[in-house]
């Protein structure tokens, strides 16, 4: 299966859960573009966040220690 380097592929993380409050992430973006597209999944034709690798590394981070 080939996908459009300049179109997000969205997923939500297999750790989501039903409770609608998720993110999803289009990491298809990074080799072409150096950014990872970020969504509310409640509003998918909403805005969305073009952050980078580092910027996601941290925010993934901080909701780590979040759940903890």
Same mark, same amino acid.
């Given at each position: 299966?080939?996908? %459009? =380097?300049?179109?997000?592929?969205? @997923?939500? =993380?297999?750790?989501?859960?039903?409770?609608? =409050?998720?993110?999803?992430?289009?990491?298809?973006?990074?080799?072409?573009?150096?950014?990872?597209? +970020?969504? &509310?999944? #409640? %509003?998918? &034709?909403?805005?969305?966040?073009?952050?980078?690798?580092?910027? @996601? !590394? &941290?925010? +993934? !981070?901080?909701? #780590?220690?979040?759940?903890?």
């Amino acid at each position: 299966m080939t996908t %459009d =380097s300049l179109t997000p592929t969205w @997923f939500k =993380s297999s750790f989501s859960g039903n409770g609608g =409050s998720c993110i999803e992430v289009a990491t298809n973006l990074i080799a072409t573009r150096g950014v990872i597209p +970020v969504r &509310d999944s #409640k %509003d998918p &034709d909403g805005p969305h966040l073009h952050l980078t690798p580092q910027a @996601f !590394a &941290d925010l +993934v !981070a901080l909701a #780590k220690q979040a759940h903890v």
